[in-house]
């Protein structure tokens, strides 16, 4: 059997992957994380903005663990805010690069994940590929409505963690993903919290602006009211407000700071790592450990909102992305919602096999690829 090298790259909001496989062996693997001072230059910028320095890291750790662009059969990346799609493995084609940078669904850093996939698939004619991109569309017609009909809820979530650790959840209990109940969080820079109703996600929040627990970067939902006195006040422009819902919202309004690893570091221990933006003078221990607290209280209340959505028939509970590693927000989502269902973690994304298998699946049945 063939066996076929394929690059993944993986774009998000505060880091970069790249994982290069021989068959299903990994060859190497990078993650670059990026501190909020980094990223405050590009913060009122297009995320098309940060396409130099980010294909510059891919090339570099190709070029570090001697990858040669002659060797890849394929390049697959991270899907973006897209028109809503069905669940899939796309071909990357001009209509698809036009919605990924003109953006006019969201601008969001999985964008780049199909920008520039093709931009080193055409260096060495390969084929490119995306595969569940985050606009995977499954709602059932009871969680379109919003209360306002000219502004329906819509589906932006992490579909491609979620669904890969919802296959890995259901042979854990013996069951076809396609006969499970299952409330899936992915927690990262952003949070998706979906209710899986037998193979697909019948509701999910908009984990990209304005729904759902506040997280690292984002508000989530806030009151409406005052968002909405907050825009006519005078004293915030378009895109300042865009900032407090993405960008500049949730954790990082808080505290200074969206990287959890370094907060947890903070609270545990009082150790503040240099460039993470925390300032004890500002923010004491105590506070803290309450703002993240209330994300994951957060967390929790919508977690169980999703058991009205599957009747109370749940399989499981599953805990997924960089924040199942918290040992601040896992105990407390544990404690207030372990009377649910069983509780399973899958810390991390491993997203990047999940591509791999994708455009391997792709490479071998190209009759299975999708048009965009």
Known sequence: MAEFNILVINPGSTSDEVSFYRGDNLVFHKTVRYSPEMLKPYEKQKITAQYDFRKKMVLDAMEENKVGLSELHAVIGRGGLLKPIESGTYEINDKMLKDLDEAPRGDHASNLGGILAKSIADECKTPCFIADPVVVDELGPLARYSGMPENPRISIFHALNQKRVGRHAARGLGKPYEECNFIIMHGGGGVSVGAHMQGR????????????????Q???????????????????????????????????AYTG?????????YILTGEVVPGAGLDPARLTREKAKEAVEAMAYQMA???AAMTAVLEGKVDAVVLSGGLAYDRIIVPELKRRIGWIAPVMLFP??????????????????PKKVRKY
């Open 201 to 216: 996600v019948v509701d999910v929040n908009n984990a990209l602006d304005g729904d759902g627990p506040f997280t690292p």
């Open 218 to 252: 984002r508000s989530g939902g806030v009151p409406a009211g005052g968002l909405v006195r907050m825009c006519f006040s005078g004293k915030h422009s378009l895109a300042d407000m865009q900032l407090k819902i993405k960008g500049r919202g949730g954790m990082i």
């Open 257 to 265: 700071t969206s990287d959890m690893i370094a907060l947890e570091k």
């Open 301 to 303: 209340k919508e977690i």
């Open 348 to 365: 991390g994304g491993d997203e990047m096999a999940a591509l791999r298998v994708a455009a391997e699946t792709a490479l071998k049945h």
